[in-house]
Antibody
Framework: EVQLAESGGGLVKPGGSLRLSCAAS????????MNWVRQAPGKGLEWVGRIKSKTDGGTTDFAASVKGRFTISRDDSKNTLDLHMNSLNTEDTGVYYCTTEWESDAFNIWGQGTMVTVSS | DIQMTQSPSSLSASVGDRVTITCRAS??????LAWYQQKPGKVPKLLIY???TLQSGVPSRFSGSGSGTHFTLTISNLQPEDFATYYC?????????FGPGTKVDIK
């Protein structure tokens, strides 16, 4: 079964850092372009960033709202994806999903999400 | 960056109704447009990609159309399980911006 499972969410103070992880199974993670999408409480979906597969260069892209503060890395030997978040502010509060397109053109595989709360 | 807008932001409809949601891109995106459904507390679900291609397992009462800057999602014969929020998303190139969403609730 194709699955994504996020972990690492929690409460962090403004200005702090947090690392989220996403464990993938049931598909060829090595070839997948992986994304993070977040959703603030009661708000819509916001694409955060993407990392391409290493075969396609392994490069990253980010939303303007997080560029320079967030990074994405992947460990293809462990089928894991990480989102490294720095200089967090209250507007970063929300549920963070990892997601990918697999045998589709858009984001058809989603994890269950992990909650990040930035508050003093 | 390309901006995505949706209309209406919300609508009320009855079971059996035909519902149409519009999504517009501020610049042309060819057919690189996806539609998602999200129910409260649940994970988003891909309905349509490439503007009009139904994702496997999605009921045929959902359909999409459009190209360039103007797209529509139509739900024919609205069912109780279709009351949800719907998002469009561009995916031609990063950033993969989502529309603000359209909430469909029960009249």
């Amino acid at each position: 079964e194709v699955q994504l499972a996020e972990s690492g969410g929690g409460l962090v103070k403004p200005g702090g850092s947090l690392r989220l992880s996403c464990a993938a199974s049931g598909f060829s993670f090595y070839y997948a372009w992986m994304n993070w999408v977040r959703q603030a409480p009661g708000k819509g979906l916001e694409w955060v960033g993407r990392i391409k597969s290493k075969t396609d260069g392994g490069t990253t892209d980010f939303a303007a709202s997080v560029k320079g503060r967030f990074t994405i890395s992947r460990d293809d030997s462990k089928n894991t994806l990480d989102l490294h978040m720095n200089s967090l502010n209250t507007e970063d509060t929300g549920v963070y999903y990892c997601t990918t397109e697999w045998e589709s053109d858009a984001f058809n595989i989603w994890g269950q999400g992990t909650m990040v709360t930035v508050s003093s | 960056d390309i901006q995505m807008t949706q209309s209406p932001s919300s609508l009320s409809a009855s079971v059996g109704d035909r519902v149409t949601i519009t999504c517009r891109a501020s610049q042309g995106i060819s057919n690189y447009l996806a539609w998602y459904q999200q129910k409260p507390g649940k994970v988003p679900k891909l309905l349509i990609y490439a503007a009009s291609t139904l994702q496997s397992g999605v009921p045929s009462r959902f359909s999409g159309s459009g190209s360039g800057t103007h797209f529509t999602l139509t739900i024919s014969n609205l069912q109780p399980e279709d009351f949800a929020t719907y998002y469009c998303q561009k995916y031609n190139s990063a950033p993969f911006t989502f529309g603000p969403g359209t909430k469909v609730d029960i009249k």
